[in-house]
């Protein structure tokens, strides 16, 4: 069983967290320019890395807070 780190409620188990993708996705500066591609390319490409991946999740079934975290995509270990 994997246990994550929430910052609010310590080490919990998988069951009570949600995966939110890449952390530190930058909204488009002007998203009225932006076209179909590029819109595309903002809502549904993500890197995927093979590695360590910053990443959002939400602890869900405790405080529902969001936080970031760096996951090893291999290992599945968090780093922070």
């Not at 409620?9 to 967290?17: D, I, V």
């Amino acid at each position: 069983m994997l246990l994550i780190s929430c910052p609010w409620c310590g080490e919990r188990e998988e069951t009570e967290f949600h995966y939110g993708g890449q952390a530190f996705v930058a909204y488009p500066a002007d998203p009225e320019s932006l076209s179909d591609e590029e819109w595309a390319q903002y809502v549904f490409f993500r890197d995927n890395p093979k590695g360590d991946f910053a990443e959002r999740w939400v602890h869900s079934a405790g405080c529902r807070r969001w936080f970031n975290t760096v996951r090893n995509t291999v290992t599945s270990e968090f780093q922070s």
